[in-house]
């Protein structure tokens, strides 16, 4: 999948961290943040700040997300990479749903990473923040970027709701910690593992994991009570692909997401909340994981499902649980 190293692309190299057979995900390298009132070096302005993303990208995709929830389009400029074989990275150019870079002309994103640091080795990934004033790559954590989006700009959009508020900080954060381990990266330490055993020990913490959320939505109507929350929002990106692409490609295959009647509703629900279809690309989602050659050598394309868009669509049972403004934890 290639990556940087002193600053020059190698094609031929890679960086997927094998520990005793076990993918161990590599740290983000810019971690700086932007607040409202610039204290960090970086104020949140209109027009200052641009998103390089990529559609099929589950942690890119958050980004996408959140600056649609939090209607950020006019305020954020964004790029959409080329679900691509990614032999030479992160590309922008002329694919249907991709746009090109015209902030800094960029034609692979792996320049972003070498105008902010000459000398940079590693991987090269989406989201990257990107700051026009300082020409520089602000933060590349999905995570840290969508709590930037939920509340550092809410002077320079209309106002929207607070996916992490006060007082469900602690279970969102618990949340998250199990529905990463064991399904945001956990299909990850599936699909790449390089032994059996670690095989074995990730698809069973994925089922675990999966058991444990369907058992969870039968209380609650979102994850961390009766209001949607950033816990929602992270478990989503990979509820969109599981069935489309880790149930197969990733030889997640003891269950799909369809055969648990929470989670299959809870996603629809998710789905269908104003503005998020608008931001799913599902044959990105599927070309861009089919065309890694690590994944899938012999480079076949399998198409989407023709009724999946619509099944995700259809009605869903949530509301025979209670929601509100205000998070009730049972």
């Known amino acids: 999948m290639g990556l940087l190293i002193n600053g020059q692309w190698d094609t031929e190299a890679t960086m997927i961290p094998i520990a005793a057979g076990r993918f161990e995900r590599e740290p983000a390298a810019f971690r700086q943040w932007v607040t409202a009132d610039g ?44 679900p691509n074989d990614r032999r030479q990275g992160w590309i922008f150019g002329d694919y249907s749903g991709c746009t090109p870079d015209t902030v800094n002309g960029f034609t692979h994103l792996h320049q972003a990473y070498t105008r902010a640091r000459a000398d940079y080795t ?32 809410d002077a320079c959009a209309e106002g ?12 969102i954060d618990r949340i998250n910690d199990r529905v990463y381990r064991g399904l945001n990266n956990g299909v990850y330490r599936v699909g790449l593992a390089k032994t059996q055993e ?27 009570g009766n209001r949607i929350t950033e816990a929602d929002w992270r478990c989503l990106p990979s509820l969109l692909r599981f069935d489309l692409v880790y149930h197969g490609l990733f030889k997640c295959n003891q269950r799909t997401i369809a055969s648990y009647p929470n989670l299959s509703n809870y996603l629809r629900e998710l ?12 044959e ?43 998070a009730e934890v049972p």
């Open 39 to 82: 204290s960090s070096g970086f104020k949140a302005e209109p027009g200052r700040y641009h998103l390089y993303v990529a559609y099929h990208c589950p942690w890119a995709w958050r980004t996408i997300l959140y600056r649609k929830l939090k209607h950020l389009e006019a305020v954020i400029s964004m790029t959409v990479a080329i």
């Open 160 to 171: 929207s709701m607070d996916f992490y508020p006060s007082g469900l900080r602690d279970e």
């Open 122 to 153: 590693g991987t090269v990934s989406v989201p990257v923040l990107w700051d026009r004033v300082t020409g520089t790559i602000v933060n590349n954590e999905s995570p840290e970027i969508i709590r930037m989006l939920n509340s550092a700009f």
């Open 198 to 224: 670690a095989y074995d020990e990730a698809h069973l913490a994925l089922f675990e994991t999966f058991d444990w959320l369907e058992d969870l939505l039968n209380r609650r109507r979102y994850l961390a």
């Open 284 to 326: 990105h989602f599927v070309r861009g994981y089919y065309s890694i050659p690590v994944l899938n050598p012999s480079g076949i394309i399998p198409p989407v499902p023709k009724h999946y868009a619509q099944s995700l669509g259809e009605s869903h049972d949530r509301g025979r649980l209670p929601s509100g403004p205000l």
């Open 271 to 282: 789905y269908q909340w104003p503005g998020v279809a608008d931001t799913v690309n599902f």
